[in-house]
């Protein structure tokens, strides 16, 4: 920069020095030369003329004279300040070594004093690190002593809670409980270490603690069983789970059902004779509604209500029990497995706990009372009413509670065992009062059917009660399929033998009298079954016997119409003879009822017989009770009266035929070939047709 700076003034000189002497031309030349050849991009140039600029240096010639000066004494004024500074500079480093070596020393004592105080403290740190390895080893052992206390001792206060008689079960209560069995299963951890005796102990301990506490849970649950609300026996959620914790105990858990059976069936018991009589039997209390006794004039009813009120407490005994062994029933099996290793001895009896069976065994223990109680009131009932119909009705309504009752109960039970003998007893006493019934109409049986052959006195009644029978056996609950048979052993007492009685009391009178009589008996019958699907079968049997009734019927009517017409005797003397011989033809006339006089009489008497006809046939059917099957034998027995009428007629034609064939002349006056009279052609003495008797009699 200097160098530049030097230059530059040199040539600010040679151009002064141009100004004052021309003659210096060349010389001025070269320096411009010189200064232009020079490279200005350098960054020193630019330095130096930056500082120029920055200095604001007049160009002016005496500005330019003194340049050079000016820069050099710079130049010299700042190295001097330089020298000066690093004069200090090198006084300071003086003091610095001088404080280092000063350190040095006090390093150097420290180090002494160190290495004394180490070889010293060596063993002192030693003994300090063994003491604080014990005492880590001591911490932790404390800390496992603290844990195993914690875990496997019970403290006094926990088992005064456990097995004390001054407190209650509560949730305290199975949290020790379930502590100490963890305990008690942990303890055979125990037993797996070289020293089992703490195990023992420990596991002996727990077990005594245990029974004591599964005892104290037992008396709990009996109290609490006896103490339990009547009127609305639910089962609270805290004797819940002392039941689910107690079925541990198998023995004690049965026990404490058992208790519970009894207590129940007694306080059912009870229940039950309050509501019959209005007060209970221990504490005289009187129910709000009237006693079931009140109604005991009305046998139907008071059976009815008797079943009703068990069948309520027997659905509210279930329900309150369902949330027990059904909700509960996966912790209360599984609690009995947990139980055959305390009880080895109860194993047998508890292989597999079955929830649904001990809700059932345990409904079937609580109702039990209820079922004597009940079977000995039905039982009086049955034996004081001889009412076929009402006796019945109670066998249909035990069969309907039985039915209703079998979705409740198991079929061990005591009650559905005690409704099935109820229910044979109504039949058997129901068929004993229909035999005696039977047998006291035997007396009538020698007497004739009534004057206007109506069904007997002892068949309407007999109809009327099996009316009434069916409508109750339609109410029951038995399955369609069985329906029929089921009801077959009823008609079998009910019906069968007043039928069998009308059929003897027919043999008394003679046809048609005999088969109107029948016939009213089965028509009665029929309808009394036909609207009743389940007596489709029977009503059918009825029917075939009632054809062949109508059948005889109208062989007599036939009967009454050949031979009040006049016909039959025709038939008669027509019947030997073959339609298809000429021969036979010609031996009609010699016949003796076709002379002349006795078919003209005939005809007569045809023609007397057709207007009234149909109104004779009918009063001989007057007496039938169905107008519609009187009318239908008549018709047909009238039609087959027609049928003969056409065979006479066709012999008729056939005659005459024969006759005009064989004197050669047309049909009408033919002459006699010996007598010389006038030959008669039998449709002239018998002109009635088959269209005219069809129209007369349809």
Same mark, same amino acid.
């Given at each position: 920069?200097?160098?530049?700076?030097?230059?530059?003034?040199?040539?600010?000189?040679?151009?002064?020095?141009?100004?004052?002497?021309?003659?210096?031309?060349?010389?001025?030349?070269?320096?411009?030369?010189?200064?232009? &050849?020079?490279?200005?991009? *350098?960054?020193?140039?630019?330095?130096?003329?930056?500082?120029?600029?920055?200095?604001?240096?007049?160009?002016?010639?005496?500005?330019?004279?003194?340049?050079?000066?000016?820069?050099?004494?710079?130049? @010299?004024?700042?190295? %001097?300040?330089?020298?000066?500074?690093?004069?200090?500079?090198?006084?300071?480093?003086?003091?610095?070594?001088?404080? @280092?070596?000063?350190?040095?020393?006090?390093?150097?004592?420290?180090?002494?004093?160190?290495?004394?105080?180490?070889?010293?403290?060596?063993?002192?740190?030693?003994?300090?690190?063994?003491?604080?390895?014990?005492?880590?080893?001591?911490?932790?052992?404390?800390?496992?002593?603290?844990?195993?206390?914690?875990?496997?001792?019970?403290?006094?206060?926990?088992?005064?809670?456990?097995?004390?008689?001054?407190?209650?079960? *509560?949730?305290?209560?199975? +949290?020790?409980?379930?502590?100490?069995?963890?305990?008690?299963?942990? $303890?055979? @951890?125990?037993?797996?270490?070289?020293?089992?005796?703490?195990?023992?102990? #420990?596991?002996?301990?727990?077990?005594?603690?245990?029974?004591?506490?599964?005892?104290?849970?037992?008396?709990?649950?009996?109290?609490?069983?006896?103490?339990?609300?009547?009127?609305?026996?639910?089962?609270?959620? =805290?004797?819940?789970?002392?039941?689910?914790?107690?079925?541990?105990?198998?023995?004690?858990?049965?026990?404490?059902?058992?208790?519970?059976?009894?207590?129940?069936?007694?306080?059912?018991?009870?229940?039950?004779?309050?509501?019959?009589?209005?007060?209970?039997?221990?504490?005289?209390?009187?129910?709000?509604?009237?006693?079931?006794?009140?109604?005991?004039?009305?046998?139907?009813?008071?059976?009815?209500?008797?079943?009703?009120?068990?069948?309520?407490?027997?659905?509210?005994?279930?329900?309150?029990?369902? +949330?027990?062994?059904?909700?509960?029933? *996966?912790? @209360?099996?599984?609690?009995?497995?947990?139980?055959?290793?305390?009880?080895?001895?109860?194993?047998?009896?508890?292989?597999?706990?079955? %929830?649904?069976?001990?809700?059932?065994?345990?409904?079937?223990?609580?109702?039990?009372?209820?079922?004597?109680?009940?079977?000995?009131?039905?039982?009086?009932? #049955?034996?004081?009413?001889?009412?076929?119909?009402?006796?019945?009705?109670? &066998?249909?309504?035990?069969?309907?509670?039985?039915?209703?009752?079998?979705?409740?109960?198991?079929?061990?039970?005591?009650?559905?065992?005690?409704?099935?003998?109820?229910?044979?007893?109504?039949?058997?006493?129901?068929?004993?009062?229909?035999?005696?019934?039977?047998?006291?109409?035997?007396?009538?049986?020698?007497?004739?059917?009534?004057?206007?052959?109506?069904?007997?006195?002892?068949?309407?009644?007999?109809?009327?009660?099996?009316?009434?029978?069916?409508? &109750?056996?339609?109410?029951?609950?038995?399955?369609?399929?069985?329906?029929?048979?089921?009801?077959?052993?009823?008609? +079998?007492?009910?019906?069968?033998?007043?039928?069998?009685?009308?059929?003897?009391?027919?043999?008394?009178?003679?046809?048609?009298?005999?088969?109107?009589?029948?016939?009213?008996?089965?028509?009665? +019958?029929?309808?009394?079954?036909?609207?009743?699907?389940? #007596?489709?079968?029977?009503?059918?049997?009825?029917?075939?016997?009632?054809?062949?009734?109508?059948?005889?019927?109208?062989?007599?009517?036939?009967?009454?119409?050949?031979?009040?017409?006049?016909?039959?005797?025709?038939?008669?003397?027509?019947?030997?003879?073959?339609?298809?011989?000429?021969?036979?033809?010609?031996?009609?006339?010699?016949?003796?009822?076709?002379?002349?006089?006795?078919?003209?009489?005939?005809?007569?008497?045809?023609?007397?017989?057709?207007?009234?006809?149909?109104?004779?046939?009918?009063?001989?059917?007057?007496?039938?009770?169905?107008?519609?099957?009187?009318?239908?034998?008549?018709?047909?027995?009238?039609?087959?009266? $027609?049928?003969?009428?056409?065979?006479?007629?066709?012999?008729?034609?056939?005659? *005459?035929?024969?006759?005009?064939?064989?004197?050669?002349?047309?049909?009408?006056?033919?002459?006699?070939?010996?007598?010389?009279?006038?030959?008669?052609?039998?449709?002239?003495?018998?002109?009635?047709?088959?269209?005219? =008797?069809?129209?007369?009699?349809?």
């Amino acid at each position: 920069m200097a160098g530049y700076a030097n230059e530059l003034i040199e040539v600010f000189d040679e151009k002064a020095s141009l100004q004052i002497a021309p003659q210096k031309t060349n010389v001025l030349s070269n320096k411009i030369t010189s200064v232009l &050849s020079a490279s200005y991009g *350098d960054s020193e140039v630019r330095d130096a003329l930056q500082t120029l600029e920055d200095r604001k240096v007049r160009n002016s010639a005496e500005t330019r004279r003194r340049l050079r000066l000016d820069v050099q004494k710079e130049v @010299i004024t700042r190295n %001097g300040d330089i020298v000066k500074d690093f004069g200090q500079v090198a006084e300071q480093l003086k003091f610095i070594g001088t404080t @280092i070596k000063s350190l040095n020393r006090c390093c150097e004592d420290m180090r002494r004093h160190v290495a004394a105080a180490h070889q010293e403290g060596t063993p002192v740190l030693e003994e300090a690190s063994t003491l604080l390895g014990q005492k880590e080893d001591l911490e932790t052992k404390k800390e496992l002593l603290d844990a195993f206390n914690k875990h496997f001792i019970i403290s006094q206060d926990e088992l005064l809670v456990l097995t004390g008689t001054a407190s209650s079960v *509560d949730d305290t209560f199975f +949290t020790i409980l379930a502590r100490l069995k963890q305990v008690h299963a942990d $303890c055979q @951890i125990l037993l797996g270490t070289e020293n089992q005796r703490l195990g023992l102990e #420990l596991m002996d301990q727990s077990s005594r603690n245990l029974n004591a506490g599964y005892q104290k849970l037992h008396r709990w649950i009996q109290r609490e069983f006896k103490n339990l609300n009547l009127e609305n026996p639910q089962i609270s959620s =805290i004797i819940r789970r002392a039941l689910r914790a107690l079925a541990e105990r198998p023995t004690l858990f049965q026990d404490c059902l058992d208790f519970f059976a009894e207590a129940r069936e007694h306080v059912l018991t009870d229940a039950f004779y309050a509501a019959l009589t209005g007060s209970s039997i221990e504490h005289g209390q009187h129910p709000v509604t009237k006693p079931i006794e009140f109604h005991a004039h009305d046998a139907l009813r008071y059976v009815g209500d008797m079943l009703a009120w068990t069948h309520s407490a027997t659905v509210s005994e279930r329900e309150a029990l369902e +949330t027990l062994f059904i909700s509960e029933e *996966d912790e @209360i099996k599984r609690g009995f497995e947990a139980g055959k290793e305390a009880e080895p001895w109860s194993a047998s009896d508890s292989e597999a706990f079955d %929830g649904q069976k001990a809700l059932d065994d345990l409904v079937n223990r609580n109702v039990a009372g209820v079922a004597r109680a009940l079977r000995q009131r039905v039982e009086q009932v #049955l034996q004081n009413h001889e009412d076929a119909i009402l006796l019945y009705k109670i &066998s249909n309504l035990m069969t309907f509670y039985y039915t209703t009752f079998s979705k409740l109960l198991s079929p061990e039970s005591g009650l559905l065992t005690s409704l099935s003998v109820l229910t044979e007893s109504a039949l058997r006493q129901f068929q004993i009062v229909t035999a005696e019934t039977v047998s006291s109409i035997q007396s009538d049986l020698d007497a004739p059917p009534p004057v206007d052959l109506r069904i007997p006195t002892f068949l309407d009644d007999a109809l009327t009660q099996l009316s009434s029978l069916i409508k &109750s056996y339609d109410s029951s609950l038995i399955p369609a399929p069985s329906r029929q048979s089921a009801f077959e052993p009823i008609l +079998t007492q009910a019906l069968n033998p007043f039928l069998t009685a009308c059929e003897k009391t027919a043999k008394h009178t003679t046809e048609p009298e005999t088969s109107i009589f029948l016939a009213n008996c089965l028509l009665a +019958t029929n309808s009394t079954l036909s609207s009743h699907d389940f #007596l489709q079968s029977r009503a059918a049997q009825l029917s075939v016997q009632l054809k062949t009734l109508t059948a005889t019927l109208t062989d007599y009517q036939h009967a009454f119409f050949l031979h009040t017409s006049g016909l039959h005797p025709l038939l008669v003397a027509l019947g030997p003879l073959s339609d298809s011989s000429p021969e036979d033809a010609l031996k009609v006339p010699a016949l003796p009822p076709f002379q002349p006089q006795a078919l003209s009489d005939a005809s007569q008497t045809f023609d007397d017989f057709l207007p009234s006809a149909l109104m004779d046939a009918m009063e001989n059917l007057q007496r039938l009770s169905s107008v519609k099957v009187a009318q239908e034998v008549t018709a047909e027995a009238a039609e087959r009266f $027609c049928e003969d009428f056409e065979f006479v007629e066709g012999w008729l034609c056939k005659v *005459d035929e024969v006759k005009v064939r064989e004197d050669g002349k047309g049909e009408g006056e033919l002459n006699d070939e010996e007598g010389g009279g006038e030959v008669v052609l039998l449709r002239n003495l018998f002109p009635r047709t088959s269209a005219e =008797i069809r129209a007369l009699l349809s």
